[in-house]
């Protein structure tokens, strides 16, 4: 089985995780919408991911369906979905909401990068979307533990992967690290080419820019990171802005952790002083 798609898409990276879980071993190739778009048509005249090539050449698309079929493959004891009734439907839900924040998120992503003068309008629809999906959610789960029942599910995969991506395509766009178009080759045409993004907060991009260089020298993982985006065809330009974004996402990760780190000290702090 060969999973097509970059992980960073919060769709892919769902269905990644669902492989995961269910213990399916599976190939990743990590194609890019936009540079592999040639290759990607031959599969999926839609260009897009995650497409998920089965062992007999069977071409999947859309990651509900491949998640159906990823479910029907392990059964119903271990499928990640109630099997009926309104525990289903509440799961269902969630991952509708889930999945169409992200589809927003992505679209806002687009937005951003592709227009000089992004639609001012769809930017606040986006926004407005995004927001309020995020405040149902937020009054849908539970004080703690998995959305439904005792175990992980796809709802809470989606959501995780919605606003994890939500995030950090936000942060790396105020690092001004997100890819912008610079070239507008696609499908059978020559790859499309992405330049750096000259906006968001320049001192902390150049921070980034400090760490790239420092990491692209000496530091042995960057290294081989940097040689496999050029061994993907990307240039030296295009595989700095990679491993940027690779930074940027780690840094946030870590701004995460310490968040949730502070906010579990200041509860015992409450506690203690109660
Ligand atoms: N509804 C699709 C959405 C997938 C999707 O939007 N993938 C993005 C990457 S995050 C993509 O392929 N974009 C390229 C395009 O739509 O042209 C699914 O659930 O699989």
Not at 176 to 191: D, F, L, R
């Amino acid at each position: 089985m060969i999973l097509i798609g970059q992980y960073d898409s919060p769709f892919v990276r769902r269905v990644a995780l669902a492989l995961t879980l269910y213990d399916i071993v599976y190939e990743h190739r990590p194609w890019s919408v936009w540079a592999d778009a040639g290759r990607l048509a031959e599969l999926n005249p839609l260009r897009r991911v995650p497409t998920l090539v089965l062992a007999d050449g069977e071409v999947l698309l859309e990651s509900a369906a491949i998640l159906d079929h990823l479910d029907e493959c392990v059964g119903p004891g271990r499928a990640m979905l109630p099997r009926a009734g309104s525990d289903r439907r509440r799961a269902l839900r969630v991952c509708a909401l889930a999945t169409g924040l992200a589809d927003k998120a992505v679209s806002l992503f687009y937005e951003g990068i592709l227009h000089e003068a992004p639609s001012p309008d769809w930017v606040e629809r986006c926004r407005a979307q995004i927001s309020d999906v995020l405040t149902v959610l937020e009054l849908d789960r539970g004080p703690r533990g998995w959305w439904l029942g005792e175990a992980i599910g796809h709802a809470d995969i989606a959501v995780a992967c919605a606003i994890r991506f939500t995030s950090e395509a936000q942060f790396a766009r105020w690092c001004g690290i997100a890819p912008v178009a610079a070239s507008s080759g696609e499908g059978h045409g020559p790859a499309r080419r992405h330049r750096l993004d000259l906006g968001g907060n320049r001192a902390v991009n150049s921070i980034l820019h400090i760490i790239h260089v420092t990491q692209a020298r000496c530091h042995p993982p960057a290294k081989k990171y940097l040689a496999r985006k050029i061994s993907e065809n990307k240039s030296k330009r295009e595989a700095r802005r990679c491993h940027k974004r690779q930074l940027a996402n780690v840094i946030i990760r870590h701004m995460w952790h310490d968040a949730e780190r502070h906010a579990q000290t200041t509860t015992i702090d409450h506690m203690a002083a109660a």
